[in-house]
């Protein structure tokens, strides 16, 4: 294969669907995929043999649901705009508002939808700020000291999102939260959004305690109807990134194995989060002793204990699009494929163009092992991008 390519993989992909079903049958809700996540529409007829509908965030999502996966999304937006507000209620089942202000501008326009409040239980466990939507501050949702006692009679739910990749044990504690502060207007809705970060096809997540207790939410609201809307856990470990070695450079004991991809046009989350991927066949060098500096800026030695350490390099113009360090048990070579694994998540969404970089192409492995290429970029996909 001779250009770098994400490859999602059909039998982990019907694998994760399978489970993220039975978990709505057994626990009688609804689970739906959050595009922000994971878009890859040509897969979109594997995912409605599993799930019936997505959620969106902003009019391009809305249509994706809408024209693409055959199903109006439950939609929601930091801030609707009068020229799309329309447009988006078109291509939406539900419409989630982020403010009171939001609400009381668009609600007549949107009546065609099951419309709610997104709130704030201010309690979230992601420790990572860019990530966390209770932070101090946030920009998201309603806390209960600014609703009325009586919920405007349009309002049918409650959207709230707290979690990031987290456990049953999360949700369990968050909960707590949730009820303390918003349950004296249960009474009053119809449904109740528990957002996405619901990591249930994690090796070590624990599925039955998440079924215990959306059943037990079910017993004390019977009437309420449960929504979950996980990203990652639809698309976790589905599939790679394959890259390949142009070059090996360098400098004051750093040697960098440069690759035919980027970390900041093509692994965001990587620079962003940070987050330290796995690398097929090779192993991450432990921080140093006592903590304090990252490994990122630590000389490392041209050979060492257990292996040959490298920084890994992106090719863009960016000085920092590097991570760093990994230890192979040979020297690499120019042409040698450098795998990333679990690379489909959160990465063909957030990609850039940034300095005309080649895009990866997308590719699919079916069950039968047939490599299909979903698609595979070429020049005209960045220049369009500046019309």
């Not at 209620?89 to 501008?105: A, E, K, P």
């Not at 044990?169 to 939260?177: G, M």
């Not at 020297?331 to 990465?347: A, K, N, P, R, V």
Request: aromatic share 10%; net charge negative.
């Amino acid at each position: 294969m001779s250009t770098p390519v994400y490859i999602i993989e059909e039998r982990k992909l019907r694998r994760n669907l399978a489970l993220i079903a039975d978990v709505a049958k057994r626990a009688d809700v609804e689970i739906i995929l959050a595009f922000k996540a994971f878009a890859l529409w040509k897969t979109f007829p594997i995912f409605r043999e599993y799930i019936h509908a997505t959620t969106a965030s902003s009019l391009s999502e809305a249509r994706l649901a809408f024209e693409q996966f055959g199903a109006p999304a439950h939609t929601f937006s930091p801030a609707y705009t009068d020229d799309e507000i329309d447009e988006i209620v078109s291509c939406s089942s539900h419409l989630t508002f982020n403010s009171l202000s939001q609400y009381q501008r668009y609600h007549e326009r949107a009546k065609a939808c099951s419309l709610g409040l997104r709130v704030n239980p201010e309690y979230s466990e992601v420790e990572t700020l860019l990530y966390n939507p209770c932070a101090p501050g946030t920009r998201f949702g309603v806390s209960a000291d600014k609703l009325p006692d009586t919920l405007p009679a349009d309002i049918e739910g409650f959207h709230c999102h707290c979690h990031c990749e987290s456990g049953a044990d999360v949700l369990e504690r968050t909960l707590v939260h949730i009820e303390e502060k918003f349950s004296r207007w249960f009474p009053q809705l119809k449904w109740l959004n528990l957002g996405g970060g619901h990591l249930m096809t994690r090796k070590d997540y624990d599925v039955q305690k998440l079924v215990a207790i959306l059943q037990g939410l079910h017993q004390r609201y019977p009437w309420l109807h449960i929504i979950l809307e996980p990203g990652s856990a639809f698309a976790w470990q589905t599939g790679p990134l394959v890259s390949h070695v142009v070059d090996i450079v360098e400098d004051k004991g750093i040697r960098t194995a440069i690759l035919d991809v980027s970390f900041t046009c093509h692994m965001p989350d990587c620079l962003e989060m940070p987050y330290m991927p796995e690398v097929r066949g090779a192993s991450p060098l432990p921080p140093p002793k006592g903590g304090g500096a990252s490994t990122q800026s630590l000389p490392l030695p041209l050979e060492g204990e257990g292996g040959r350490p490298y920084r890994l390099g992106g090719n863009s113009c960016l000085s920092g699009d590097f991570m760093s360090s990994w230890t192979f048990d040979h020297e690499l070579q120019i042409g040698e494929e450098i795998i990333f694994e679990d690379m489909i998540h959160y990465t063909t969404v957030k990609t850039t163009m940034f300095n005309g970089i080649t895009h990866p192409s997308i590719a699919m492995l079916h069950e039968d092992g047939r490599l299909e290429m979903l698609r595979q970029y070429r020049y005209e996909d960045y220049r369009d991008r500046m019309d």
